[in-house]
């Protein structure tokens, strides 16, 4: 069992899983991000997410994008939604803060 912490109420693996790569961000080079965009389907970070589950990992880091937020509605159409958690941050800096808030509470973030 890993251990665990406590964020604004709900207990979390200390090891958690990321967005960058599912989002297609490297940070290595252009090509790169495009082999994760293509490699990462919907359905790919939905088994992504069961083996982290199995794993004992039950929570995601990440921004918003629409690809993640429908793998989290998969996701959680065939599993508790307890099971896995996504804590969501902004994007896009202080222009789009209000509007990236109301995407990630939409899609279900904590």
Known sequence: MLPTTTIAGYEFTRLMCGSNPLNGFSHFSAA???WLKEHFTVERIVELF???VA???NGLLGSYTD???QAMAKFWGRNPRD???W???THGGV???NESIKMIAEAGAV
């Open 83 to 85: 099971s896995f958690r």
């Open 55 to 57: 794993a004992g990992i």
């Open 87 to 89: 804590i969501g941050y």
């Open 32 to 34: 790169r991000d495009r």
């Open 50 to 52: 069961e083996a982290c």
């Open 95 to 97: 222009e789009m803060l």
């Open 67 to 69: 690809k993640l937020a």
